[in-house]
């Protein structure tokens, strides 16, 4: 169980284009969804958390109107990296927090989506 | 602040052997720990957490970590590695009391090698 699964795996798109990533809970409803970035040698590095019904908060430095979170419902959350440009290349990875359970509080992360900017 | 350092981006060990892995921590507040473990395509899986109480955690796969305060470190161990150890191991510092329910401050990760 708490699998959480990532779609596309990887992406390539020319510079100026929009992408969509979509982070879903397959077995268990997350309220709370958190998107994270990692460039090579980095940190995994919290961009936002995603919350089912409200705005996402941002943290310092992302800009909220070029990394779209769209939190629908409680097993999907969604990330548009708009107008991407090559610095926007890097490995995407979301978690989820499950709602109820024994695993109550704890992240579940997917297996990440890898954007290639050209 | 938050911070994790973990020391030597890259590990290799005989199977077999002992597996050490570092990692220290900054954090104004207690802190909780983590060891996660990512294979190729695969998302993050805990391994351990330390929250409160005992200073040894032990997790699956035959992975444990001590948490030192004085020495600000939480250091992952297994005494003997199996080749299906191989894979990224990251460490992270929840940057508040509310464990894995609020952010999660990461380390730059240990690529742990094990040789036949």
């Known amino acids: 169980g708490a699998v959480v699964s990532q779609h596309p795996s990887w992406v390539i798109c020319k510079s100026g284009t929009s992408v969509k990533i979509e982070c879903r809970s397959l077995?268990?409803?997350?309220?709370?969804m958190f998107w994270y970035r990692q460039f090579p040698k980095q940190s995994l590095m919290l961009m936002a958390t995603?919350?089912?019904?409200?705005?996402?908060?941002?943290e310092q430095g992302v800009e909220k109107d070029k990394f779209l979170i769209n939190h629908a419902s409680l097993t999907l959350s969604t990330l548009t990296v708009t107008s991407a440009h090559p610095e926007d290349s890097s490995f995407y990875i979301c978690?989820?927090?499950?709602?109820?359970?024994?695993?109550?509080?704890?992240?579940?992360f997917g297996p990440g989506t890898r954007l290639t900017v050209l | 602040a938050q911070s994790v350092t973990q020391l030597g981006s890259h590990v290799s060990v005989s199977e077999g052997a002992l597996v050490l892995l570092r990692c220290n921590y900054s954090?104004?507040?207690?802190?909780?720990l983590f060891w996660y473990v990512q294979y190729p395509n695969q998302g993050l899986q805990l391994l351990l957490k330390?929250?409160?109480?005992?200073?040894l955690v032990k997790g699956i796969n035959g992975f444990e970590a001590e948490f030192k305060k004085s020495e600000t470190s939480f250091h992952l161990t297994k005494p003997s590695a199996h080749m299906s150890d191989a894979a990224e191991y990251l460490c992270a510092v929840s940057a508040y009391p509310g464990g894995a329910t609020n952010k999660l401050i990461f380390g730059t990760g240990t690529l742990l090698a094990v040789q036949p």
């Open positions: 978690s989820a927090r499950a709602l109820r359970g024994s695993s109550y509080n704890e992240q579940f």
């Open positions: 954090s104004s507040v207690p802190p909780y």
């Open positions: 077995d268990f409803q997350a309220t709370t």
């Open positions: 330390y929250t409160t109480g005992a200073t």
């Open positions: 995603s919350n089912e019904g409200s705005k996402a908060t941002y």
